[in-house]
């Protein structure tokens, strides 16, 4: 795989298949890290509102001198927006600080605010309220493709009800050892194209003596072989690094999975947990 590899949106934009996540990397060091990215070839920068990092992510693409078109930006619209009003300055408060006129995804972070993630309350009624903000500007050219994150499928159902523009992605937690496949199946139904955060399961896959061995087998190191996992299942991953040589290690995927260890990959049993990543509420939820 080349990191200017692509799927094809629903809409006919092309995203490229690998990108990199910028939760948790904040102020100069972000900045660095896209420019960093970028030296390597990555070409796909994962921020959102919530990182607080928006305005940095996008002085790293300025200063690596690439033109715009060049580089896919996806940002997300903070979970706490669920009313028409407030997704529609907040959009375009996320290009002020950018100083951009336009990203090329924005999705709704989450279906519920982070302090309710999980509970009863779907916000139904917000969330058609953010989506038809989202339209909009993907219908004035401030965004080039919508969607959604953390959504699960009635969650999905409730946008697909009201909206006339359908979802394009739907970023979720999935990777070896959690892998919520009947979600992924009705995105596909959807011709919704489903990217994977956490693709190494926030560091935790990492102590998976399993995977380690089979990872040795292929002679690649285990973010290698979970990251490829993720691809050949035809899903978009999304790994979180600040470090240019992990950037590059997690890039170069030259290799298959054979059948038998993607169906071992698939089956082996769920992670019990996400360590000190369990206070946040994605994680939580998953554990």
């Not at 200017?4 to 092309?14: K, M, P, R, V």
């Not at 033109?67 to 028409?84: M, S």
């Not at 909009?136 to 080039?144: C, P």
């Not at 159902?157 to 199946?185: G, R, Y």
């Amino acid at each position: 795989m080349k990191l200017n590899d692509t799927f094809q949106l629903s809409n006919g934009i092309h995203i490229p298949k690998l990108g990199l996540g910028t939760w948790m990397i904040e102020g100069q060091q972000a900045e660095q890290a896209v420019l960093e990215a970028l030296k390597l070839g990555y070409r796909h920068l994962d921020t959102a509102q919530d990182y607080g990092n928006e305005a940095q992510v996008a002085d790293g693409i300025r200063a690596s001198g690439l033109a715009r078109e060049e580089v896919f930006i996806t940002t997300k619209l903070a979970a706490q927006y669920k009313n028409y009003a407030d997704a529609k300055a907040a959009i375009d408060d996320s290009l002020q600080r950018m100083r951009l006129d336009h990203v090329d995804l924005m999705i709704i972070h989450s279906p519920q605010p982070w302090g309710d993630f999980g509970a009863e309350d779907r916000y139904f009624s917000g969330n058609s309220e953010a989506w038809r903000a989202l339209e909009e500007a993907y219908q004035a050219g401030k965004i080039k493709a919508i969607g959604l994150s953390n959504f699960q499928q009635p969650d999905v159902e409730n946008i697909l009800q009201s909206a006339t523009l359908k979802p394009m992605v739907n970023q979720i937690l999935a990777h070896v050892t959690n892998l919520p496949n009947e979600l992924i199946d009705y995105c596909r139904s959807q011709d919704i194209l489903v990217e994977a955060y956490s693709p190494i399961g926030h560091g935790e896959l990492l102590k998976n003596t399993e995977l380690k061995a089979m990872a040795d087998r292929y002679q690649v190191s285990l973010p290698q072989l979970c990251i490829r996992f993720v691809l050949q299942l035809g899903l978009l991953p999304l790994p979180k690094t600040a470090n240019p040589a992990h950037m590059s290690n997690n890039a170069d995927l030259d290799f298959e999975i054979s059948e038998d260890d993607m169906q071992a990959l698939s089956n082996m049993k769920k992670i019990a947990d996400y360590g000190e990543a369990s206070v946040f509420p994605v994680y939580r939820e998953h554990s």
